[in-house]
């Protein structure tokens, strides 16, 4: 039970309320006093409180009261009720209206510390649950990972989502950008409201105007009624700027004036509407280089980038892909109805070598793949894809006679990948993930004998 927890005792007897602050900051409680119903409601307007023990009968101002006001000030809030033998059927009466449990008078103190701590127990445990749920309904049950760096994003998004600061979400495509975007808005007072998603890099300027402005009637050939954009439908919710590196500076003009005046104008339209929402974008590009090159503007982007999440690469948390394939082994078993339970030794291993330049995205692929093509209960090393399965002969099962630099590495492992091509440059490229230029830069750079 939390030492901090906050409790506030109301009894028009001074004798009780000392020896009820007395029993109860011995627990190490934080106590607070009311002398009156009347004063109780004064106090509980003003301040929260994880408990409430309130006598039942006192003028102008009873228990049922104090009770009713606590509840609809928080309903998680526990209230006892303090009685005398003769107002049992009244205590009776106040658990029919949500109170947690009454107490006699004369107080016992090993009774009233073990009525509170029930009363506090269950309310810790309301709370857990309501925070379970929540975390569901937020998508976080769809951002897996142990390592350090994924615990504190989560951390971070759990003390941003209250706010109403912009976000700037940074890291390279298929590391679960939405996802993080999404739980942002459903942690929200926003939640309630919609969250609207739109890529920035699908649309021509003409028509990501007309998807985030709308149009009046007439307003261009076609436009027969009137349409409201995804900026005013998100009004009171948040929108999603995917890839807004990718948005052309004219568009950055107009998302910048949306920003500072909160308001937009349809397009063919003369009438400014306010709206109300949050901005959280996303990116897989280096915005600072992009303003230095003079592609993205300053001002947007010290507008969008008030609080700065970046999501790593899936190989520098290496310790989550086995969290994640499992998770998507799970999906997938589900979606194909299959009864995979897991992967074998050396299957495991190989999923851990690989670096994913496609991130979550390309492991969730590659596990798809292998639901389909596995034969027994175990995806085996032979249902990967061909490509990790050379990385894995390359790094498992080749000699290590001393430690090596990366240099010495990188050159033996162009040298197997050329030999494994019969020294077809092409296709060692595609392998290698680089381009031909590079790849006979490194050759000549090297000396590795290529014929």
């Known amino acids: 039970m939390s030492k901090k927890e ?4 109301v009894d028009d007897d001074s ?3 000392k020896a009820l602050r007395r029993i109860l900051g011995k627990n190490g409680f934080e106590v607070r006093t009311a002398e009156s119903g009347k004063a109780a409601l004064d106090i509980l307007g003003k301040n929260q409180f994880s408990l409430v023990l309130t006598d039942l009968l006192m003028e102008p101002v009873d228990g049922f009261e104090v009770l009713s006001k606590t509840k609809k000030l928080d309903p998680d809030t526990e209230v006892i009720i303090m009685t005398g033998y003769g107002s049992i059927s009244s205590a009776v009466e106040a658990i029919k209206k949500q109170a947690f449990h009454y107490i006699e008078k004369p107080l016992r103190s090993e009774e009233v510390r073990h ?3 029930q009363a506090l127990e269950k309310r810790c445990l309301r709370l857990e649950v309501q925070n379970l749920k929540k975390q569901i309904q937020s998508g976080f049950e769809k951002i897996i990972g142990k390592s350090p760096k994924l615990l504190e994003i989560k951390r971070l998004i759990r003390q941003i989502a209250t706010s109403d600061s912009n976000v700037l979400i940074t890291g390279e495509s298929g590391t679960g950008k939405e996802l993080v975007a999404h739980a942002i808005h459903n942690l929200s007072r926003r939640s309630a409201k919609k969250f609207l998603p739109i890529n920035c890099a699908s649309f021509t300027d003409e028509l990501l105007a007309n998807e985030l402005f709308g149009h009046e009637k007439d307003a261009y050939t076609g436009a027969t009624s009137s349409r409201a954009g995804l900026l005013e439908s998100a009004d009171g919710g948040t929108i999603f700027f995917d890839e807004v590196g990718d948005m052309s500076m004219a568009m950055q003009s107009k998302l910048l004036r949306v920003i500072q005046e909160r308001k937009l104008i349809r397009v063919g339209g003369f009438k400014p509407i306010g709206i109300d929402i949050r901005i959280v ?12 090159a003079g592609s993205f503007r300053e001002d947007l982007f010290y507008r969008l980038n008030v609080i700065p999440i970046h999501i790593p690469s899936l190989s520098e948390r290496k310790e989550d892909i086995l969290l994640l394939a499992q998770y998507f082994l799970d999906r997938f078993n589900t979606k194909s ?3 995979i339970s897991g992967f074998s030794k050396e299957a495991a291993e190989i999923l851990k070598s690989y670096d994913y330049p496609g991130n979550v995205r390309e492991l969730e692929n590659i596990v798809e793949r292998s639901v389909s093509l596995a034969k027994a209960e175990l995806i085996d090393a032979d249902d990967l894809p061909d490509d990790l399965r050379e990385i894995e002969l390359f790094t498992v099962k080749r000699e290590k006679p001393y430690l090596k630099s990366i240099q010495e590495i990188e ?3 162009i040298e197997w990948v050329l030999e494994q091509c019969n020294h077809n440059k092409s296709q060692a490229a595609k392998i290698l993930k680089i381009d031909r230029a590079s790849l006979y830069r490194k050759l000549k750079r090297t000396q590795i004998k290529d014929c």
Do not use: C, F, H, P
């Not at 974008?281 to 230095?292: F, G, I, Q, S, V």
């Open 6 to 9: 906050r409790i506030l005792v």
């Open 15 to 17: 004798g009780t309320r």
């Open 115 to 117: 009525l509170i701590s």
């Open 281 to 292: 974008a996303a990116t897989n590009k280096d915005l600072k280089k992009a303003m230095k």
């Open 337 to 339: 109805k299959r009864k």
């Open 411 to 413: 050159n033996e492992y």
